[in-house]
Structure formats: C-alpha cells, structure tokens
C-alpha cells in the first residue's frame, strides 16, 4: 500500500505521536492536516464526468485508537473525498448537512487510512476516560510537518549517547 502510494521506501519518511481528547473536549472545527502543495491539481469535472487529475498524495496516515472509540468516547469523524479539492476547507458542515460524513467509530488496535489533506474532525468525548489514538504519518521526504507537531522531537537519538 504504501509504494503504491507515495512511492520507494527511500524516498518515504513517517513521524509518529499520540493523539488525545480528555473527558468533556468538545468537538473539533473540520480541518485537513495537511495543505495541498503549491503548484498541484485538484481533482475537477470535465464533459465525461469526473475526470482523476488529483496530484498524489505527499503524506499519508494511519490512525490505531488504543482503546475503543464510540459514541461516549468519541471519534474522528471524516468527510470522504474531501481531498480530491482545496476549495472545500470550510465547508465541513456542507457534509453533515448532505450525510456524507464518516464515522470512525471501531476497536481499539483498528487501522484507519486516510490522505493527509483529508477534511476531518475530532467529535467530542463525553466519557471519563482519556481517548489517545496512535498516529503515524508516511510521508515523503520532502514534507516536513511544521504546523501540527512542533519542530523538535520528545525523543533523544540514540546516536548522541543518552
């Protein structure tokens, strides 16, 4: 899956954390992780229908929830596709309203794949337990995530003799 999809091991590079949302967070605004890159193409309509000319993906990830997500717990809720075009950041509620949203509700240690530039959101966790999800991200070598993460790591490299 992902040769297929962001190219030779090589040129792949991933970032991991942990995600949480501690009891009585309220849900999130719908945003992307990641911004299309300048100078790519969006997906569009030609006189055939739709026509795939969406740049590929720069990253993608992988989200594995270490405990059960539900309705008490929450989950990240995905609007399918959304990716395929910039201009849909903020129109989040356009996909409630049509009831084209994705629920991520599953068990814990269940894999969810998704585009870095996905729309999507955090519903919020009305139960007594934290929520931490475990998220990786592949990406290309050339994307350094800047704006989600810091820019420093928490772990020492091995290399400085810590």
Same mark, same amino acid.
């Given at each position: &899956?992902?040769?297929?999809?962001?190219? =030779?091991?090589?040129?792949?590079?991933?970032?991991?954390?942990?995600?949480?949302?501690? =009891?009585?967070?309220?849900?999130?605004? !719908?945003?992307?992780?990641?911004?299309?890159?300048?100078?790519?193409?969006?997906?569009?309509?030609?006189?055939?229908? !739709?026509?795939?000319?969406?740049?590929?993906?720069?990253?993608?990830?992988? &989200?594995?929830?270490?405990i059960d997500l539900d309705e008490e717990s929450g989950?990240?809720? &995905? !609007?399918?596709?959304?990716?395929?075009?910039?201009?849909?950041?903020?129109?989040?509620?356009?996909?409630?309203?049509?009831?084209?949203?994705?629920?991520? +509700?599953?068990?814990?240690?269940?894999? +969810? !794949? %998704?585009?870095?530039?996905?729309?999507h959101r955090g519903r919020f966790n009305i139960s007594?337990?934290?929520? =931490?999800?475990?998220?990786? +991200?592949?990406?290309?070598?050339? %994307? +350094?995530?800047?704006?989600?993460?810091?820019?420093?790591?928490?772990?020492?490299?091995?290399?400085?003799?810590?």
């Amino acid at each position: &899956f992902l040769t297929d999809t962001l190219g =030779p091991s090589d040129d792949m590079d991933y970032d991991v954390s942990v995600l949480y949302s501690r =009891p009585g967070a309220v849900d999130q605004k !719908w945003h992307s992780d990641g911004a299309h890159q300048d100078d790519t193409a969006d997906a569009g309509f030609d006189e055939n229908g !739709w026509k795939t000319t969406l740049s590929d993906p720069y990253a993608v990830c992988l &989200f594995l929830p270490l405990i059960d997500l539900d309705e008490e717990s929450g989950y990240t809720q &995905f !609007w399918p596709r959304s990716h395929r075009h910039r201009g849909l950041s903020g129109f989040g509620a356009a996909a409630e309203l049509a009831k084209s949203t994705y629920d991520g +509700i599953c068990t814990a240690g269940d894999a +969810i !794949w %998704y585009d870095y530039r996905l729309l999507h959101r955090g519903r919020f966790n009305i139960s007594t337990v934290v929520r =931490p999800v475990l998220q990786i +991200i592949f990406k290309k070598k050339f %994307y +350094i995530e800047r704006v989600n993460y810091g820019k420093e790591s928490i772990v020492r490299s091995c290399s400085d003799g810590s």
